[in-house]
């Protein structure tokens, strides 16, 4: 059956060429048939005639075949196509206005398929059976608060994979940024440290070599080896055999075993790592007391799980027997972590979900924009679709009586209808061609914003899933534009339309578009004011006060190599670097830090005398540094003193708190001469000397600014990496040059990192960056198809109404009351728009208002802007037809009917 | 075989009874050959001339077992049902 109509349609392609054979056939037959008659003996001039009579009617039986390689629909569709392309090439404005309006609606959701796709739901290159790949999530309770967590200790994961029966395979993972390379050349790259069962996962097999085994993957410490991923190999190797070489990676000095094929990323394909270790090499290897300790205790939580659930469990079997184990996990991990609340009191549970975060339970905030600005994608695709249904209604208005025409020479409705739909559908999908190429620029775009600077791989051709996506969306809404005028031309009584002309039945049209014109209207305000809520998010945020200047600091930070020198080895080295930094011309201040804003926190419990459990305040992080710091990071001391440099080992131990931390901890009194001790309440006493500004360190947008310094050289615990430097002039420019000068002093061994304090900055500011920009973006794009939607529209009804005009201003109507006539059809409808919109904006506010920084989501301010704008789009999208109007010279307009 | 040929055929086995346009012969050609009953393709004849060859195929032969099968229970039906009509006529006659 399938086939006979597969067959026909190929029929209906070469239908010339059968029909050409058919005649060839019936002459070849015909040849045959008059030899038979001559050897039969029939006179000379009766051969043909008796040909004839055997073959009987040749024109029914060639009808008869043609009718069976003829598709009746296929023909209409055929011939419609042939006519919807002839009239729009000859409308040409109009035909590049529609595709232009859908392709940028269609693109921009394509774009954001494109983005959420790979966020969310896109298949890992590779992975074998990918619905029952599973990462496990963790959820316990914290006061009233449930936290969600990724990472967890290895001794969790070496707990589930024993306790648990609904898996049957694990893996361990965790991706770092890791010094690669060594001397002049090293870089910090993305490492995946995995465990060997990791690989298992995937149908990859290596290009070059092989996978670590079980046997290089152990604890204490798994073996010194590294598998490359294709485009390192590439870009750093030029694809020679590297089997046995050695690269540095972090402490490691690891024999390159095998290459990755192309385009595996295991997990992570936003970012892909360019090696891979073992996770036990990693952590045997991390130059600290965890090291030693990581897979017997439970305080270094810093790893992921993939897990494949056994094909007979379902996810809820699984969530259990996985809960389970985690909770008798977290039973072992209280007894060596003392500060962990019980299990009854925490609750823990195990999320078993998606691979992809953005899909897991804690999706981040920019999964949570992306989301957003899909919707307003969607809405912009709604607004485009009005738009161009509205210049479809036009011109269906303007065909009427040629339809009607058509319609008393007995054109079925249904064929009308088929027309319409081949002609938009048509429209659309050359409209979804636009948007592939447009999407694919777009999403790169999109990805630049989401992405941390320099990290960004983008796809080189779009997604065979993006393309297949945009091209449904194009026949919905081809589909849906086309039935708009359908229904509207086929409304109404034949004879009054065959009558009315241009004039007669416009009522209905004028109706619809009038709809049509306040939805958009009503949709471009629900954007507008969601892109003024986010622009001014942003502003909030940048312009939130840091507590320092990072605009000329310069982060510098030493990494050492091999093995652990020794802190008096170390100490002198800080001082090295410290003095040369100073000393260098483009630096005006230079000071050591032990952790850096948004890179790094340290935090202790705290005791402090007169108030309990300090613990329950919130974290307090400290900073450990030396005395020019408050100079190079301009941070104000509001109260007593900076850190100075007779603050030495030996004397009186000394603090300087944030403004935050004094007030919370000492209410009312002054936090001068204070004293609060470190880690156990046996500790020695740090006297507060000084009260310096509320400064950012780790949350841009959190309320804690619990923070405290002590100087670098009363400190017995952390030595800390990092140099903060603040330059005579741009960090990006210079920042190279200051490094390059301070290398050259370090002892072989070490080696140094720098980027600008900035850079930290703007990451974390990032989301709201794209939120705005993207919110903007879209909304302006949606006001200026509503405003040509107007203008259209505006126009075409002083076109139609040209004679009625006339009169007016033939009975005396002033030229300005013609003009205010039109411009406040125009504003009629755009109010009525925006008052929608804003009723649908705060419909709209509560699930907008967690986006937002310091900023309501109902804002007297953005709702009237908005409002004006639209007013003053409508003044100028109706302003040429009032023109038009007033110049309406009343004898032609009389005349003309 | 080609048309001229199944024509010539039919026309034998029939022993000429069945005498049709050979020209309706084509269009029912067609027809089976869209439904994948038969194989058409063009070929020289012995007399190197042009001409399409018909051929039928595993589908056709499947479908034709199952309409000989279904012809031939028809035509006992119809034999059964002619049988006493014709007894009866005799019946008549000799009364």
Redo the contacts between chains.
């Keep these: 059956m399938i086939?006979?109509w597969v067959?026909?349609v190929r029929?209906w392609f070469r239908r010339d060429v059968?029909d050409r054979?058919?005649a060839?056939?019936?002459a070849?037959?015909r040849?045959?048939?008059e030899r038979d008659a001559t050897r039969e003996g029939v006179g000379e001039g009766q051969v043909a005639a008796a040909a004839s009579r055997?073959?009987?009617?040749?024109t029914?039986?060639?009808e008869?075949?043609r009718?069976?390689?003829s598709l009746p629909w296929l023909d209409h569709v055929y011939r419609d196509i042939r006519y919807a392309i002839r009239g729009l090439s000859r409308a040409r404005a109009f035909t590049a206005t529609v595709v232009l309006t859908l392709g940028l609606g269609l693109g921009a959701n394509g774009a954001m398929f494109d983005v959420i796709d790979g966020m969310m739901f896109r298949p890992l290159a590779y992975l074998r059976d990918p619905d029952s790949v599973q990462r496990f999530y963790w959820q316990w309770w914290d006061q009233e608060r449930l936290v969600t967590s990724q990472s967890g200790p290895y001794t969790r994961y070496l707990d589930l994979r024993r306790e648990t029966t609904a898996f049957s395979q694990f893996a361990a993972f965790s991706e770092r940024r890791l010094a690669v390379g060594r001397g002049e050349r090293v870089r910090e790259e993305r490492i995946g440290a995995v465990s060997a069962s990791y690989f298992a996962f995937f149908t990859a097999r290596p290009v070059l070599g092989r996978f670590f085994t079980e046997s290089e993957d152990v604890t204490p410490r798994g073996a010194a080896v590294a598998v490359l991923s294709y485009p390192f190999w590439q870009a750093e190797f030029g694809g020679r055999d590297v089997l046995g070489e050695t690269l540095r990676i972090d402490n490691v000095q690891a024999t390159i075993v095998g290459v990755a094929p192309r385009g595996f990323s295991g997990v992570n394909d936003a970012d892909p790592p360019v090696a891979w270790i073992p996770i036990t090499t990693y952590a045997g290897s991390s130059g600290s007391n965890d090291a030693t300790t990581y897979y017997t205790r439970y305080g270094w939580g810093w790893m992921h799980i993939l897990a494949r659930r056994k094909s007979n469990v379902s996810i809820e079997r699984a969530t259990v027997d996985a809960t389970t184990a985690f909770q008798r996990s977290w039973s072992a991990a209280a007894i060596d972590e003392t500060q962990l609340p019980s299990v009854t009191r925490a609750r823990p549970q195990v999320v078993v979900s998606s691979v992809r975060p953005g899909a897991g339970p804690d999706p981040s905030l920019e999964a949570r924009t992306v989301i957003w600005v899909s919707v307003v994608a969607g809405i912009v695709l709604l607004i485009a679709a009005a738009n161009v249904a509205n210049l479809f209604v036009a011109r269906a208005l303007r065909r009427q009586r040629e339809t009607a025409v058509r319609r008393a020479l007995g054109a079925s409705r249904a064929r009308l209808l088929t027309q319409s739909l081949v002609e938009s559908v048509l429209l659309a999908f050359v409209g979804a061609c636009a948007a592939v190429l447009l999407s694919q620029w777009a999403s790169a775009a999109v990805r630049t914003l989401l992405a941390p600077a320099g990290s960004a791989t983008v796809q080189a051709f779009a997604n065979q899933r993006t393309i297949t996506v945009t091209f449904g969306a194009a026949l919905l809404v081809g589909l849906g534009i086309g039935l708009v005028p359908a229904f509207l031309v086929n409304a109404g009584d034949l004879p009054t339309r065959l009558r009315g002309g241009a004039r007669g039945g416009m009522v209905e049209g004028v109706r619809i578009r009038a709809v049509l014109l306040m939805l958009q209207g009503a949709l471009s305000t629900v954007l507008l004011i969601g892109a003024m809520l986010f622009l001014r998010s942003l502003t909030a945020v940048t312009g939130l006060p840091l507590g320092y200047d990072a605009e000329r600091v310069l982060v510098v930070t030493r990494v050492i190599e091999g093995p652990f020198p020794g802190v008096p080895a170390l100490r002198s080295m800080t001082s090295l670097l410290v003095s040369t930094a100073s000393a260098l011309p483009e630096v005006e201040s230079a000071a050591w830090a032990a952790t850096v804003p948004f890179f790094s926190n340290s935090y202790r419990t705290l005791s402090v005398p007169g108030v309990d459990s300090v613990g329950r305040l919130g974290t307090f992080t400290y900073q450990v540094t030396t005395p020019d710091y408050f100079r190079t990071m301009s941070t104000r001391i509001l109260r007593g003193r900076a850190i100075v440099a007779e603050d030495r080992q030996g004397a009186p131990g000394v603090a300087v708190v944030s403004e935050s931390m004094a007030r919370i901890l000492w209410p009312a009194q002054d936090a001068i001469g204070r004293c609060f001790r470190m880690g156990s309440d046996t500790a020695p006493c740090l006297s507060v000397v000084g009260v310096a500004e509320d400064m950012v360190q780790r949350d841009l947008t959190g309320t804690q600014r619990y923070h405290y310094y002590i100087p670098l050289d009363q400190s017995t615990r952390t030595v800390g990496n990092h140099m903060l430097l603040k330059l005579r002039g741009d960090p990006a420019v210079m920042g190279e040059r200051v490094r390059v000068a301070l290398q050259r002093v370090l002892p072989g061994g070490a080696y140094l990192t720098a980027r600008p304090l900035r850079s930290l900055v703007s990451a974390e500011q990032r989301t709201w960056r794209m939120g705005a920009a993207m919110l903007l973006a879209f909304g302006l794009l949606a006001l200026g198809v509503a405003a040509v939607g107007l203008h259209g529209v505006i126009g075409y009804n002083v076109s139609q109404r040209m004679h009625e005009l006339g009169v007016r201003v033939a009975l005396g109507a002033q030229r300005f009351h013609i003009g205010l006539l039109v411009v406040g059809q125009s504003v009629r409808y755009v109010v009525v728009g925006v008052l929608v919109g804003m009723v649908i904006a705060a419909w709209a506010s509560r699930w907008v208002e967690p986006l937002l920084f310091r900023q309501h989501a109902i804002d007297p301010a953005v709702y009237a802007g908005v409002a004006l704008l639209m007013l003053a789009v409508a003044f100028a999208a109706s302003a040429v037809p009032a023109l038009r109007a007033t110049r309406v010279d009343p004898a032609s307009a009389l005349r003309a009917e | 075989m080609h048309g001229y040929g199944i024509a010539q055929h039919l026309q034998r086995l029939s022993k000429d009874v069945i005498h049709v346009e050979e020209g309706s012969l084509y269009p029912a050609l067609q027809r089976m050959r869209q439904k994948g009953w038969i194989r058409a393709e063009w070929r020289q004849t012995p007399n190197n001339q042009r001409a399409r060859y018909y051929e039928i195929t595993a589908d056709g032969r499947a479908h034709l077992g199952e309409q000989t099968v279904g012809f031939a229970e028809l035509m006992d039906a119809v034999r059964r049902i002619m049988a006493p009509v014709r007894a009866g006529d005799r019946d008549r006659s000799d009364r």
């Design positions: 086939r006979e067959n026909r029929d059968l054979e058919l060839e056939e019936l070849f037959h040849r045959l048939l055997r073959l009987g009617n040749v029914r039986a060639r008869d075949a009718q069976r390689w």
